[in-house]
Nanobody, 132 residues
Framework: QLQLVESGGGLVQPGGSLRLSCAAS???????????IGWFRQAPGKEREGVAC???????????NYKDSVEGRFIIFRDDAENRAYLQMDNLEPEDTAVYFC???????????????????WGKGTLVTVSS
């Protein structure tokens, strides 16, 4: 069974950086490896929201898609050889404080939608706290 495990969360000061990692189990089916990875977050007292996604789109490469408020500060990328995906977060703001989840979809897109509805496997999350 495909499992996703996030790591890399922690406490960081405003303006700082963190890199989140999403590790997929070694028995990941091929259709997931060629599919879409997304990062989502849930702040205290708020609903979960999409942050970024990227599809592998074999032979072409998918275009990353970002929530407006993180565009230019966050970068999503994948290392398919290692079955890992990452979210590089720079210039963090207190509003970025949340539990961050990675998720996987078996479908692939040129520009993926950052939508919970396409994701079928979820990690348990890692907490990111941005505070001075």
């Amino acid at each position: 069974q495909l499992q996703l495990v996030e790591s890399g969360g922690g406490l960081v000061q405003p303006g700082g950086s963190l890199r989140l990692s999403c590790a997929a189990s070694k028995d990941m089916p091929d259709y997931y490896r060629d599919g879409t990875i997304g990062w989502f977050r849930q702040a205290p007292g708020k609903e979960r929201e999409g942050v970024a996604c990227i599809s592998r789109l074999a032979g072409v490469g998918g275009k990353a898609n970002y929530k407006d408020s993180v565009e230019g500060r966050f970068i999503i990328f994948r290392d398919d050889a290692e079955n890992r995906a990452y979210l590089q977060m720079d210039n963090l703001e207190p509003e970025d404080t949340a539990v961050y989840f990675c998720a996987a979809a078996e479908f692939s897109y040129y520009t993926c939608p950052i939508a919970e509805g396409i994701m079928s496997v979820w990690g348990k999350g890692t907490l990111v706290t941005v505070s001075s």
